[in-house]
């Protein structure tokens, strides 16, 4: 039976696509790189120095690791004009925490950002368990992110499930062998999704319970 639920933030916690993609945008105006809606789509769910490795070209790892942080911080500010929390998504935790699940969030992003949504969504007391990407080497489709959450949680994988926007999200919880619920967030669509095999896709998470959850 199904004990914990793992969260991806970007997609799902928060509607962050405009906000990445304007941070992007902004971040190549002022670097001379131009980053297509279609590249960015592409490329969202993925960490952001493997965005910039792709289409800033061949850089030293200190000025991607710059490029990076200078890109989240503009994305933070953007978050902190206007905060768009996800329809449900603490009425979700709320409930899940009261029902006894263990909740955890599972990001590649940047801990500041993770913290700025879980105190935005005032949800912080109901996480039991809080992974990004400074907890982890390998980002998604890899399971790792997943896999750490699980072990802090001190739960089974097999009892877990992941709630996921993207496909790399999806990839990676099935590789980790947990169950998967597919979002279909802004910037997405339930066909690209249904095609990576989650367990169920939904269109808000509105549509998520204990008792659907666990049925899974």
Not at 37 to 51: C, I, L, N, P
Not at 75 to 95: K, Q, S, T, V
Not at 178 to 193: I, P
Request: net charge negative; glycine share 8%; charged share 30%.
């Amino acid at each position: 039976m199904i004990e914990a639920a793992i969260f991806d933030v970007d997609g799902v916690l928060v509607d962050s696509y405009a906000a990445h993609f304007e941070s992007w945008k902004r971040l190549g105006k002022e670097t001379g790189v131009t980053l297509t809606e279609e590249q960015f789509a592409e490329s969202f769910g993925r960490r952001s120095r493997e965005v910039i490795r792709k289409h800033w070209g061949a850089l030293p790892d200190a000025e991607v690791a710059r490029l990076d942080r200078r890109k989240e911080g503009l994305f933070r500010e953007i978050l902190e004009e206007h905060f768009p929390g996800m329809d449900g998504a603490a009425d979700l935790i709320h409930g899940l925490a009261k029902e006894g699940f263990r909740i955890a969030v599972g990001s590649s992003a940047p801990k500041e950002n993770v913290d700025l949504v879980l105190d935005r969504l005032n949800v912080r007391d109901r996480i039991h368990a809080v992974v990004t990407g400074e907890d982890v080497q390998r980002g998604k489709p890899h399971p790792q992110v997943f896999l750490v959450a699980a072990e802090r949680l001190r739960v089974a994988p097999d009892r877990c499930v992941v709630i996921e926007d993207a496909v790399p999200g999806i990839e990676a919880a099935r590789s980790a062998g947990m169950k998967s619920v597919a979002l279909v967030s802004t910037g997405r669509d339930a066909a690209t999704l249904r095609a990576a095999e989650p367990d169920r896709v939904v269109r808000s998470l509105r549509e998520l319970s204990p008792a659907a959850l666990r049925g899974l």
